[in-house]
């Protein structure tokens, strides 16, 4: 492959690593949250009220599938930030959409915010949206910028 060929990648800013590993530890915390829920965790399961345990048990596939979705994309994006690839900005993309999904059934087309519609849950979710979004437009910035190969 000639010089020319090759696309040209800038050096990242140092507020580049603390935003990658920001976002990795962020979805690593959501990824936990999935598989604890998922496995059925006794101890972290602990947490919950009788009627929240039966609203995460009895979420239909769909459902299940999208939170997998957003937790998933969201961990890779971020390692694939950190590895400086552009294909990091679409997965934080996809993450936010299928979390966006999965929070719309969750307080909208059931009974979520009967079950978990505390101050707490509800600001939770806010700022699981905002740093999704803000993690997809990081990202996508440092590929305009050429940070991302």
């Known amino acids: 492959m000639s010089e ?19 976002a990795l530890l962020w979805n690593a915390m959501g990824a ?3 598989l604890m829920t998922q496995t059925r965790n006794e101890e972290y399961m602990s947490q919950f009220t ?6 995460f048990y009895g979420l239909p596939t769909w459902v299940i599938a999208t ?9 890779l994006g971020a390692l694939l930030l950190l590895a400086r690839r552009r294909q990091a900005a679409w997965l934080f993309l996809v993450s936010l959409v299928a979390m966006v999904v999965t929070t719309f059934q969750n307080y909208v087309l059931s009974n979520g915010m009967e079950v978990m519609g505390d101050a707490f849950s509800l600001g939770f979710t806010v700022a699981i949206f905002l740093l999704a979004l803000v993690f997809f437009l990081y990202a996508r910035a440092m590929h305009k910028r050429k940070i991302l190969g």
């Open 32 to 34: 936990l949250d999935y």
């Open 50 to 55: 009788p009627e929240q345990l039966s609203f």
């Open 67 to 75: 939170w997998a979705t957003a937790v998933w994309c969201g961990v």
């Open 4 to 22: 020319d060929a090759k696309t040209e990648v800038a050096r990242a800013p140092w507020h580049f690593w603390v935003v990658g590993v920001a």
